[in-house]
């Protein structure tokens, strides 16, 4: 991976998310430029009450482990399933092999996921700009297409608007997912 980007993106992370952060600006599995896909949505629903920080360093990037044993005794900890809707689609996404960020529109987690906040349009921005792996965005829900229809992709990166991945078909995921994996 070329230094000179991961540090342009480190150093837009440190200016764009504040410290301490308890939102969810963005979660992936190592640094964001490994990421051929990003996926957006409206903004978290599960209020993990923890500094995003804690899952994040320069070097490494984004620990998904460490995030998803939080996301799980969260969900636990609220007697709630491990695993709600949402979160099993992007875990399917994962499975196919696609290296994805997932983001939101707003990086404020909320209860029912659907509360508007505090924007995530800078950061949003900065990776449709910076991460020179990209080659497709997937935006599920109203808000996330909404926001895409406002913003100028890059001319190699293919857009799939879908539903909320909540109502959305594994079928139709994995139709998009073998798309943008034969692209």
Do not use: C, Y
């Given at each position: 991976m070329n230094a000179s980007v991961t540090n342009r993106i480190s150093t837009q992370l440190h200016i764009l998310i504040p410290k301490p952060c308890f939102e969810r600006p963005f979660v992936c599995d190592g640094l964001p430029e490994t990421c051929v896909v990003m996926v957006i949505g409206e903004n978290p629903a599960v209020r993990l009450e923890t500094d995003w920080w804690t899952f994040w360093d320069d070097a490494s990037g984004f620990d998904l482990q460490k995030f998803d044993s939080a996301y799980a005794?969260?969900?636990?900890?609220?007697?709630?399933?491990?695993?709600?809707?949402?979160?099993?689609?992007?875990?399917?996404?994962r499975n196919t092999g696609l290296t994805f960020l997932e983001t939101n529109v707003y990086r404020n987690?909320?209860?029912?996921?659907?509360?508007?906040?505090?924007?995530?349009?800078?950061l949003l921005r900065t990776f449709l700009k910076e991460l020179p792996r990209l080659k497709a965005v997937i935006a599920h829900g109203?808000?996330?297409?909404?926001?895409?229809?406002?913003q100028s992709l890059p001319s190699h990166v293919r857009y799939f608007p879908m539903q909320h991945f909540k109502l959305e078909s594994y079928k139709n995921l994995d139709a998009v997912a073998r798309e943008i994996l034969e692209s």
């Open positions: 005794a969260k969900r636990k900890s609220e007697g709630k399933r491990p695993i709600p809707n949402t979160r099993a689609r992007l875990n399917r996404l987690e909320g209860l029912g996921g659907h509360k508007g906040g505090v924007s995530n349009a800078d109203s808000v996330a297409k909404a926001f895409l229809s406002r």
